[in-house]
């Protein structure tokens, strides 16, 4: 038997729903990850090479790649001259868990405070319902809230959050981060696709936030995913520029 079909035998075919906004390279890492979890691809086992796998997979060769490299970065598969690439962790869950704002105020002891702007059920707009993968019509609840760091305003957010997957209370909203709370039902985002840009506040904007009309805004959207695939949170935040940055690290 060759070492091929020793490693590979037993594994199912995965899955994809290649009609899902989830991208493809992030579904193959997450079955892929799953079967080295359950023990299913062994530790010290080799994958077979990229152009393989992909042809067997039916996607394209940047893909595989991509998603090979997504658990090389997680320290789930290894890359060696000579070898390929092999299994080095066995069911060892490394989850790609995202922050919230909430989340990393905490962290860095800025006393978060949120003050819940608006909370209520209602239809999602087409281009929301379109990112969050539901059915145009369908209900979703919509939050407007303005995030506070050590009694000064840094944030407003809007978000989009699917009815069925979360059922909100503007007091858990007040006390917890929206992600905490998705956390406690289950959906743990675990992958999203962001967009940073820039802004001018407007008069409405620049009121909340206690800046002047036309001062810097930086802007964030955000569509996150569980593990299963599912859109669970959609955001679209302003920030303050003079209180508040992003920092990316690159690497090649």
Same mark, same amino acid.
């Given at each position: 038997?060759?070492?091929?079909? /020793?490693?590979?035998?037993l594994?199912?075919d995965?899955a994809?729903d290649r009609s899902?906004? %989830?991208p493809l390279?992030?579904q193959v ?5 799953q079967?080295?979890e @359950?023990?299913e691809l062994?530790v ?13 997979l039916g996607v394209s060769?940047?893909t595989?790649?991509? !998603?090979i490299g997504?658990?090389?970065e997680r320290?789930m598969?290894v890359?060696k001259?000579? +070898?390929?690439t092999q299994? +080095?962790?066995?069911?060892v869950?490394?989850p790609?868990?995202?922050t919230?704002?909430y989340?990393?105020?905490s962290?860095s002891?800025?006393?978060p405070r949120? &003050? %819940?702007?608006l909370? &209520?059920?209602r239809v999602?707009? @087409?281009?929301v319902?379109e990112?969050?993968?539901?059915p145009?019509g369908? &209900?979703i609840?919509w939050?407007?809230? $303005? ?8 944030a407003?957010m809007?978000?989009a959050v699917? +009815?069925?997957v979360? /059922?909100l209370?503007?007091?858990d909203? &007040?006390?917890?981060? $929206?992600y905490?709370?998705?956390?406690a039902?289950g959906?743990v985002?675990?992958m999203?696709?962001?967009m940073?840009?820039?802004?001018? !506040?407007? %008069?409405a904007?620049a009121? $909340?936030?206690?800046?002047s009309?036309?001062a810097?805004?930086l802007t964030?959207?955000? /569509?996150?995913? @569980?593990?299963?695939?599912? !859109?669970?949170e959609y955001?679209s935040?302003?920030y303050?520029?003079?209180?508040y940055?992003?920092?990316? /690290? $690159?690497t090649s």
């Amino acid at each position: 038997m060759s070492e091929r079909t /020793t490693v590979w035998g037993l594994v199912p075919d995965l899955a994809l729903d290649r009609s899902s906004p %989830v991208p493809l390279y992030f579904q193959v890492a997450s079955r892929l990850q799953q079967l080295i979890e @359950d023990g299913e691809l062994p530790v010290g086992g080799r994958l077979e090479n990229e152009v393989e796998l992909a042809d067997r997979l039916g996607v394209s060769r940047p893909t595989m790649r991509r !998603a090979i490299g997504y658990l090389v970065e997680r320290g789930m598969l290894v890359r060696k001259r000579g +070898v390929g690439t092999q299994i +080095v962790h066995p069911k060892v869950r490394r989850p790609v868990e995202l922050t919230s704002l909430y989340d990393d105020l905490s962290k860095s002891g800025q006393a978060p405070r949120t &003050e %819940v702007k608006l909370l &209520e059920i209602r239809v999602a707009p @087409d281009a929301v319902a379109e990112v969050l993968g539901i059915p145009f019509g369908s &209900e979703i609840n919509w939050i407007e809230r $303005l995030r506070y760091a050590d009694g000064e305003p840094l944030a407003l957010m809007h978000n989009a959050v699917p +009815v069925d997957v979360l /059922t909100l209370r503007r007091a858990d909203l &007040e006390q917890r981060g $929206l992600y905490e709370l998705l956390r406690a039902a289950g959906h743990v985002p675990r992958m999203a696709n962001q967009m940073v840009g820039a802004k001018s !506040a407007t %008069v409405a904007e620049a009121k $909340l936030l206690g800046d002047s009309r036309g001062a810097p805004m930086l802007t964030m959207t955000r /569509t996150a995913w @569980d593990a299963a695939g599912r !859109a669970v949170e959609y955001g679209s935040h302003i920030y303050r520029a003079n209180r508040y940055s992003f920092e990316l /690290t $690159l690497t090649s």
